[in-house]
């Protein structure tokens, strides 16, 4: 499956944000989305997942509240909604699809580690300003 994200840019703290990310040359609904982000010197983190075939999400802690991810099967692509961005927020976000034997949410699960997701898309930038 392909991954093209879109939707970054230039954004004022407290502004809000939708990422997309288009998901291509694969059923959709046979992976879960992950949103990743990384900021210059730290490493990538999974923000928010979201399994499209049946809805499951979840989220870090550090977004919960902030950020919601959802998706739309019929147009294959997931979105993550950024409110009351921060500056700690600026970071390339990356989204990702995994797919294996189990169930789709199963890549939702907060044991799941970043290498099980087998396809990346190029990023998008956010920065926030202060």
């Known amino acids: 499956v392909q991954l093209v994200e879109s939707g970054g840019g230039l954004v004022q703290a407290g502004g809000s944000l939708r990422l997309s990310c288009v998901a291509s040359g694969d059923s959709f609904d046979d992976y879960a989305i992950g949103w990743f982000r990384q900021a210059p010197g730290k490493e990538r983190e999974r923000v928010a997942c979201i399994a499209p075939s049946d809805g499951t999400t979840s989220y870090a802690d550090s977004v919960k509240g902030r950020f919601t991810i959802s998706s739309d099967s019929a147009k294959n692509t997931a979105y993550l909604r950024i409110n009351s961005l921060k500056p700690e927020d600026t970071a390339v976000y990356y989204c990702?699809?995994?797919?294996?034997?189990?169930?789709?949410?199963?890549?939702?699960?907060?044991?799941?580690?970043?290498?099980?997701?087998?396809?990346w898309g190029q990023g998008t930038q956010v920065t926030v300003s202060s």
């Open positions: 990702a699809a995994a797919r294996g034997p189990g169930y789709p949410r199963y890549y939702c699960s907060d044991y799941v580690v970043e290498s099980e997701y087998n396809f």
